[in-house]
């Protein structure tokens, strides 16, 4: 049987992978993409090296799968979704720096917005808030500030199109296309009526010509370009595309609406199946397009929380209390408790369910006897916490309790973060065999429009590894929440008044 490749342009890698007819992972390849930080509170990725990496990541895979006789059915692509992208489609050059989901630059203007009256309009066409995190306000900044040029050959795209218009041809004729997951994530898109609506654009003064074709998460939206990694892919179907968190919720199998996953990545992001019908926008939480199949929508109940991993990172490469991220399970699984120490860390402030731009980093209840472990604890146990937090939202939100939790993504393979997660929402933890379900998602949703699969095969093909059940008490449980929401109390409004509270 032929392989579905999925490629995975992520905020801080890209990967290519291979899934056989059995969902299993049979080749993968990475590189690393550089992060940039030119001020306090931006983040940029430079589009070009991302494209040349998808390159080299795909070559690599190709000639590992061809030393194993492989053939490819199809090509699924996900991404980092709201991260903003400019370029010429005329010269295939990006027009400045991607700004990515993370970068905070437009904070102030979405103030501005709001002061204006228009978060209702914004809540009630878009499903989502006012904030930096989402792309409008990333292009309309690209287009004054930023320096780039309204012309008849701009594109403005999330990465999934920057990355679809190179794979299929780009100047030579790629397609300028996204799917209704990264279109919803933009502040453009009306959710009742799937398409880009022409009164967001004028708002944020982002012209429409310039946006790329919406089509469905499973379709066929070209093939690779013989010049794309040496030709390897060469006529290859790319079928699917998804935002990482939407396609890590269809790789999980949460078909059904009340299914529910998180996804430990550079943030945390929770998302619920809802089925197809847009409810009235939920306190502290957003509304996605989960997917689109044979042109019907289905949605989702989305909590993000803009630090998990990136805090891991931060004790490694910042503080150097760790040589390697992987130590960091070790150190908190050494401790039975986290001796008082609470950390929040809302480096790019908070997403849901507070959204709070004004929020920051703090650590309390430090003692001279804190050392790396309880650091360590507490980085651990803030990610189990805000996990706690939207769950409850999602929860009243939807009238309804989550009962099981599926979880993925590269702190998923620490079981002391499980537990604790198992122990905070009293409900069971699933890890699944592998935790590359966002890429598994693309593949699926790619193999899915060419028929590798059919729907009702997907759900079997997801097996678990592991249940954590809970075993705190509720009482322990509940005090320690108790202490981290007085913590993230004192955090809030510390670079400013914040009208979010």
Same mark, same amino acid.
């Given at each position: 049987m032929p392989v579905v490749v999925a490629l995975d342009a992520g905020t801080t890698g890209v990967r290519a992978l291979a899934v056989d007819e059995h969902a299993d992972v049979v080749a993968v390849s990475y590189r690393e993409l550089t992060q940039h930080f030119p001020a306090p509170g931006l983040v940029e990725h430079d589009a070009a090296e991302m494209w040349h990496l998808a390159e080299e990541t795909l070559a690599e895979l190709a000639d590992r799968l061809s030393a194993a006789g492989r053939t490819v059915a199809a090509l699924g692509l996900t991404n980092q979704r709201e991260t903003a992208v400019a370029w010429d489609r005329r010269t295939a050059a990006p027009l400045c720096r991607c700004i990515v989901w993370q970068d905070r630059r437009t904070a102030a203007r979405c103030r501005e917005l709001e002061d204006k009256g228009m978060l209702p309009l914004v809540r009630e066409r878009t499903g989502l808030v006012l904030d930096s995190y989402f792309s409008a306000t990333k292009w309309e900044w690209m287009l004054s500030e930023g320096g780039?040029?309204?012309?008849?050959?701009?594109?403005?795209?999330?990465?999934?199109?920057?990355?679809?218009?190179?794979?299929?041809g780009g100047a030579s004729g790629g397609r300028h296309a996204t799917d209704h997951t990264n279109a919803s994530r933009t502040l453009l898109y009306d959710l009742r009526e799937g398409a880009w609506a022409e009164e967001l654009c004028d708002l944020f003064g982002v012209p429409r010509s310039a946006l790329g074709e919406i089509g469905p998460s499973a379709g066929r939206f070209g093939t690779v370009h013989r010049q794309v990694a040496g030709g390897a892919f060469a006529g290859v179907p790319v079928s699917g595309v998804a935002g990482d968190q939407q396609a890590a919720l269809f790789g999980h199998g949460c078909h059904?609406?009340?299914?529910?996953?998180?996804?430990?990545?550079?943030?945390?992001?929770?998302?619920?199946?809802?089925?197809?019908?847009?409810?009235?926008?939920?306190?502290?939480?957003?509304?996605?397009?989960?997917?689109?199949l044979g042109g019907r929508s289905t949605l989702a109940l989305e909590g993000a929380v803009f630090t998990s991993g990136a805090a891991i990172q931060w004790l490694r490469d910042g503080l150097g209390l760790l040589e390697d991220a992987s130590e960091v399970g070790l150190l908190a699984a050494g401790l039975p408790a986290n001796?008082?120490?609470?950390?929040?860390?809302?480096?790019?402030?908070?997403?849901?369910?507070?959204?709070?731009?004004?929020?920051?980093?703090?650590?309390?209840?430090?003692?001279?006897?804190?050392?790396?472990?309880?650091?360590?604890?507490? $980085?651990?146990?803030?990610?189990?916490?805000?996990?706690r937090d939207v769950l409850g939202a999602m929860e009243e939100a939807a009238g309804a309790p989550v009962n099981l939790l599926r979880a993925d993504g590269g702190a998923a393979v620490m079981d002391v973060l499980l537990q604790l997660q198992a122990d905070q929402c009293r409900i069971p933890v699933v890890r699944p065999r592998t935790t590359e379900v966002t890429a598994l998602g693309a593949a699926f949703l790619a193999g899915l429009a060419e028929? $590798?699969?059919?729907?009702?095969?997907?759900?079997?093909?997801?097996r678990p590894e592991r249940a954590f059940e809970p075993v705190a008490s509720l009482s322990r449980a509940d005090q320690d929440h108790a202490k981290w929401l007085d913590a993230l109390r004192r955090a809030r409004g510390w670079a400013g008044s914040s009208d979010r509270r």
């Amino acid at each position: 049987m032929p392989v579905v490749v999925a490629l995975d342009a992520g905020t801080t890698g890209v990967r290519a992978l291979a899934v056989d007819e059995h969902a299993d992972v049979v080749a993968v390849s990475y590189r690393e993409l550089t992060q940039h930080f030119p001020a306090p509170g931006l983040v940029e990725h430079d589009a070009a090296e991302m494209w040349h990496l998808a390159e080299e990541t795909l070559a690599e895979l190709a000639d590992r799968l061809s030393a194993a006789g492989r053939t490819v059915a199809a090509l699924g692509l996900t991404n980092q979704r709201e991260t903003a992208v400019a370029w010429d489609r005329r010269t295939a050059a990006p027009l400045c720096r991607c700004i990515v989901w993370q970068d905070r630059r437009t904070a102030a203007r979405c103030r501005e917005l709001e002061d204006k009256g228009m978060l209702p309009l914004v809540r009630e066409r878009t499903g989502l808030v006012l904030d930096s995190y989402f792309s409008a306000t990333k292009w309309e900044w690209m287009l004054s500030e930023g320096g780039v040029t309204r012309s008849a050959s701009l594109a403005l795209g999330t990465v999934d199109d920057w990355i679809l218009w190179n794979l299929t041809g780009g100047a030579s004729g790629g397609r300028h296309a996204t799917d209704h997951t990264n279109a919803s994530r933009t502040l453009l898109y009306d959710l009742r009526e799937g398409a880009w609506a022409e009164e967001l654009c004028d708002l944020f003064g982002v012209p429409r010509s310039a946006l790329g074709e919406i089509g469905p998460s499973a379709g066929r939206f070209g093939t690779v370009h013989r010049q794309v990694a040496g030709g390897a892919f060469a006529g290859v179907p790319v079928s699917g595309v998804a935002g990482d968190q939407q396609a890590a919720l269809f790789g999980h199998g949460c078909h059904e609406p009340g299914e529910a996953k998180v996804t430990y990545g550079t943030g945390s992001f929770i998302l619920m199946n809802i089925g197809d019908e847009p409810p009235p926008p939920p306190e502290g939480l957003l509304t996605t397009v989960a997917w689109n199949l044979g042109g019907r929508s289905t949605l989702a109940l989305e909590g993000a929380v803009f630090t998990s991993g990136a805090a891991i990172q931060w004790l490694r490469d910042g503080l150097g209390l760790l040589e390697d991220a992987s130590e960091v399970g070790l150190l908190a699984a050494g401790l039975p408790a986290n001796e008082g120490v609470y950390l929040v860390p809302a480096f790019a402030g908070l997403g849901s369910p507070w959204w709070d731009p004004a929020a920051r980093g703090a650590v309390f209840g430090i003692t001279k006897g804190t050392g790396r472990a309880q650091i360590a604890r507490a $980085v651990v146990e803030a990610i189990a916490y805000q996990t706690r937090d939207v769950l409850g939202a999602m929860e009243e939100a939807a009238g309804a309790p989550v009962n099981l939790l599926r979880a993925d993504g590269g702190a998923a393979v620490m079981d002391v973060l499980l537990q604790l997660q198992a122990d905070q929402c009293r409900i069971p933890v699933v890890r699944p065999r592998t935790t590359e379900v966002t890429a598994l998602g693309a593949a699926f949703l790619a193999g899915l429009a060419e028929e $590798v699969w059919d729907l009702g095969e997907l759900t079997g093909l997801v097996r678990p590894e592991r249940a954590f059940e809970p075993v705190a008490s509720l009482s322990r449980a509940d005090q320690d929440h108790a202490k981290w929401l007085d913590a993230l109390r004192r955090a809030r409004g510390w670079a400013g008044s914040s009208d979010r509270r």
